[in-house]
């Protein structure tokens, strides 16, 4: 999971992006996973069960299962934005808004971990994990 968290918050740094031309697909997928991203730490924050801990995990698993093979599909077509010393200028120029959504993100984790306990949170975490799994390239 933690390896998953820092490849996805990677991805998320230098992809997510406001600008049209060449990268204009990117941008489409990349600010849905933005707003997946913001509704899911949204909901952590709101949960104070673990039954509503697991419905967070699973909506944003359900988004994923959608977004995350388009997201696959971005990082090939463009691998030149995994070089953060290579971007184009407008990546560079949203860098502080991935930024604060890792610091985000990374906190709702945390929310997580205190009901690890529960037989649902841990189902939805495994969801979660494979859900996470289909934007990864190989």
Do not use: W
């Not at 968290?5 to 740094?13: A, E, K, N, R």
């Not at 971005?74 to 990546?91: A, G, M, T, V, W």
């Amino acid at each position: 999971m933690k390896k998953t968290l820092i490849v996805l918050l990677s991805f998320l740094m230098i992809a997510v992006i406001g600008c049209g031309g060449k990268y204009s697909d990117a941008v489409a997928v990349n600010e849905s996973f933005l707003d997946a991203m913001i509704d899911y730490t949204d909901s952590l924050e709101k949960s104070d069960t673990a039954g509503k801990v697991a419905d967070a995990m699973n909506e944003f698993a359900d988004r994923m299962e959608v977004l995350g093979p388009k997201m696959k599909k971005i990082s090939e077509k463009y691998p030149e934005l995994k070089d953060p010393e290579n971007q184009p200028e407008e990546f560079k120029q949203l860098r502080q808004k991935s930024d604060e959504m890792e610091k985000h993100f990374a906190g709702s984790f945390m929310k997580t971990m205190k009901y690890m306990g529960d037989p649902e949170v841990r189902k939805a975490q495994q969801r979660f994990s494979a859900a996470m799994q289909t934007m990864m390239t190989e």
